[in-house]
């Protein structure tokens, strides 16, 4: 077990290092971005005029992701200032949850492949070395996934229509086994930061061994 002074050191470390892992899931957030919005792009360009993708549709996506840039720009902002608090991770967590959701909505609802992305959330939780964020984020990318059904079945397609029409319908199977995954992915992403900290744990317990060892009396010395 750790001792006191080192449990202390311990979280002390934390804060810096959970500081320098959110800086990195802000920079890769910025550019799965780019990628994301630079593919949507291509499609855009390639699409013949007056198909879906040309209208609306390309105005809405734009406008969701200039709002998440300008949201992850000025996470940066203040995490190049080295200020940095606690709820700021979750904070993050919500509105990528958000931004994925409403991406998916905008794409057509839980069939789109964007529904794939929050996984991507869900790797990036145990950077910020925060059992209670890794959870969060999976209840997160969980109640986005059930909020992305409920809009397809009770606005986009209406209540009475989906449940009366089996080929709108999505698989109850299909449903049950994405937040499954989901479960499972954060359950293992806890566990790897459960690893790290045992390992850390392990290493300091030695080196109070050892501290404690170097300073002990030799056996059988005494006063002469």
Not at 59 to 68: K, P
Not at 202 to 215: L, V, Y
Request: charged residues 15%; aromatic residues 10%.
């Amino acid at each position: 077990m750790m001792s006191n002074t080192r449990l202390q050191d311990w979280d002390q470390s934390l804060r810096p290092e959970a500081w320098a892992g959110e800086i990195r899931v802000n920079l890769v957030r910025l550019a799965a971005i780019v990628l994301f919005y630079g593919r949507h792009l291509v499609e855009w360009f390639l699409a013949a005029p007056g198909t879906p993708i040309r209208g609306r549709y390309h105005l809405s996506v734009t406008g969701v992701v200039l709002l998440w840039t300008v949201l992850a720009l000025l996470l940066h902002g203040w995490l190049s200032r080295r200020y940095f608090e606690p709820w700021m991770k979750y904070l993050a967590i919500a509105v990528d949850g958000l931004m994925i959701t409403l991406l998916c909505i905008l794409a057509g609802g839980p069939r789109t492949p964007l529904v794939l992305v929050n996984f991507g959330l869900l790797a990036s939780s145990p950077l910020r070395l925060s059992i209670r964020a890794v959870y969060f984020a999976t209840a997160v990318a969980m109640a986005g996934y059930l909020v992305l059904l409920g809009h397809y079945a009770w606005y986009q397609i209406g209540f009475r229509r989906y449940y009366a029409t089996p080929e709108l319908r999505i698989p109850r199977s299909e449903e049950i086994i994405t937040l499954l995954a989901m479960l499972v992915c954060g359950l293992f992403a806890g566990q790897i930061l459960r690893q790290v900290r045992r390992i850390a744990a392990t290493q300091m317990s030695a080196i109070d061994s050892s501290d404690d060892s170097s300073t002990a009396p030799e056996k059988g010395a005494g006063p002469s």
